[in-house]
């Protein structure tokens, strides 16, 4: 994982042990730079490890980090309350500010998240205020099982699917 952020340069504090810590951080690394301040127990079992805290990415290119081509650069603060180490062990209340995020060849501007994620699971509410696309979400997606199921009310007043590149010419 590391060997994806290239050059990293790293200044900051750490207080604890390595199970139990408190750190204060930023980091400039060769796809972006990230801080972080956080309260950390590591349990020998990842689920029952726990974390709060802040965590902000500034310019930070999430598709070279994810392996996933449709993402790129993202600038955004969270707050985060949770445990488990793992995508299957994850439970966590989530509160974002995402200032812009690279999505298919387009820049979503203002987006808030407030909600809770956990293994292929998030309730919550979601709201975009880009030029090119307005939208309120409440409610709930779960791919847990085989079927996703999704219940949600979604506010969609303006949507320039062209200039998102969610459409295309035909």
Do not use: C, H
């Amino acid at each position: 994982v590391l060997d994806k952020l290239d050059n990293i340069s790293m200044r900051g504090n750490f207080v604890g042990f390595l199970s139990d810590f408190v750190s204060k951080a930023d980091f400039e690394t060769g796809i972006g730079k990230l801080s972080e301040d956080i309260k950390m127990k590591i349990s020998d079992n990842p689920a029952l490890s726990t974390y709060s805290g802040k965590v902000t990415f500034d310019g930070f290119d999430m598709g070279k980090f994810s392996g996933i081509d449709l993402l790129g650069s993202v600038t955004l603060s969270s707050k985060i309350e949770g445990s488990g180490l793992t995508l299957e062990t994850l439970q966590a209340k989530l509160v974002s500010d995402v200032q812009n995020l690279d999505f298919d060849k387009y820049n979503y501007k203002n987006i808030k998240i407030n909600g809770y994620v956990a293994d292929k699971f998030f309730k919550g509410s979601l709201s975009v205020n880009d030029k090119n696309l307005i939208l309120g979400f409440n409610g709930t997606v779960d791919y847990r099982k085989q079927k996703p199921v999704f219940d949600f009310l979604a506010d969609i007043p303006a949507a320039n699917l062209y200039e998102l590149n969610l459409a295309r010419d035909t």
